[in-house]
């Protein structure tokens, strides 16, 4: 085990810290329900027969290792499966995983995630901006790989940063192809004799967007899977608890230097841009509950439209009673209308809508 941070109890998670050993043992002996989000990249399974040269003759530095190697589709199957079902009993009831592989595995680890009881999301599509070549000419260039993010079960509560996504993508609605780089240059890690650590090693902006897409700061987020520790440097950064699981002595070596080295972004930086939708919902009626609005007193709207706040949080307007949207869409001839931003109150003589006692009522509920 290599830790990252102290430990404060033995009935704690393990946060921040690389666990050694089997996956599937290792998350049998977290406690159930205590993970926010699941990044898995597990063996792809690829099935390579023989050498693969480039036309200079010299060889491709191919995933081959004995860690990606399984005898038959029936067990790597059954590994799936014994993997998923130990990642679904540690999520959390609003958790979400996410599991990205190639076309050798990610259709037969998708159709294990759907009779795990895993519910489906999205398929998101990594386009790589600059793939290997296919060198032997007889298939199309394997140009990208594909994820699959899903939540523990049917209408759970997932996360999912809308608006923050959407900023991060100029203000444009985020899709779900991704056009991102392989690992090159600097950030592609190497071991001792200058080889490639590790031959899968994702790209830190995948795992950006990964992570700004499905949590908040603070989250817990487990990779069984963690390499040389992609998910945890980029966690660190985000202001998210990790928990990494690696069998590999090199790999948690490469890991834990990478990771040691990671600053944490400052608490401002860690904010996200939010939508309407994330923010508490406040009905009207909290207003004329706490005094913040009295049964009787008068709004008016920016055109001079007038109603009465009663009792029960309705307000009444020429005959016309219901909410402050109704009213207000009634008075107006309108389909609908945003009570919030359309009626105002007086108060020491000034006209304030009423949106900011809303506002106040937030941020007592965010301390």
């Known amino acids: 085990m290599t830790k990252m941070t102290k ?25 159930a329900g205590s993970i926010d989000l699941i990044f ?3 063996p792809y399974n690829l099935q390579l027969k023989g050498d693969l040269h480039r036309p ?53 680890v998708g159709a294990a995630m759907q009779d795990a009881g895993f519910w489906m999301l999205n398929d998101v599509v990594w386009r790589k901006s600059n793939p290997m070549p296919n060198f032997r000419g007889k298939r199309f260039t394997n140009a990208h790989e594909t994820m699959i993010w899903a939540s523990k079960s049917e209408g759970a509560k997932y996360t999912f940063n809308y608006e923050a996504l959407k900023a991060l993508n100029e203000g444009v609605q985020m899709r779900s192809d991704w056009v991102l780089p392989i690992c090159t240059g600097h950030e592609r890690l190497k071991d001792e004799n200058g080889d490639k650590a590790h031959p899968t090693q994702k790209p830190e902006s995948l795992l950006h967007r990964v992570l ?22 980029v966690a660190k950064m985000l202001g998210r608890d990790f928990i990494g699981i690696e069998r590999e002595e090199s790999y948690r070596k490469v890991a ?46 920016i055109n001079g439209k007038a109603a009465k706040v009663r009792a029960d949080g309705s307000l009444v307007a020429d005959g ?5 949207h109704q009213v207000g869409a009634a008075l107006e001839g309108a389909p609908s209308c945003n009570g919030w931003t359309y009626w105002c109150f007086r108060r020491d003589g000034k006209t304030v809508p009423i949106d900011v006692l809303r506002q106040q009522l937030r941020a007592e509920l965010e301390h």
């Open 7 to 31: 430990i404060q109890s033995a009935n704690a998670l393990p946060l921040n810290t690389i666990l050694d050993g089997d996956c599937i043992e290792r998350m049998n002996s977290l406690p």
């Open 40 to 42: 898995a990249d597990p």
């Open 56 to 108: 200079d003759n010299s060889k491709v530095d191919a995933v081959d290792d004995h860690w990606d190697q399984f005898s038959s589709f029936a067990v790597y199957d059954k590994f799936t499966r014994e993997w998923l079902a130990a990642a679904r009993r540690l999520l959390k009831p609003d958790g979400a995983i996410w599991v990205i592989g190639s076309y050798h595995n990610i259709f037969r």
């Open 212 to 233: 700004i897409a499905s949590t908040k700061p603070g989250d817990v987020v487990l990779d069984p899977f963690f390499g040389t520790g992609t998910t945890g440097a």
């Open 256 to 301: 834990t230097a990478r990771i040691n080295a990671v600053r944490k972004f400052d608490s401002t930086a860690l904010q996200t841009t939010t939508g309407k939708r994330a923010e508490p919902r406040i009905p009207f009626g909290q207003l004329v509950e706490r005094g913040m609005l009295r049964p009787g007193e008068v709004l008016t709207s």
């Open 320 to 324: 016309i009673n219901g909410s402050i």
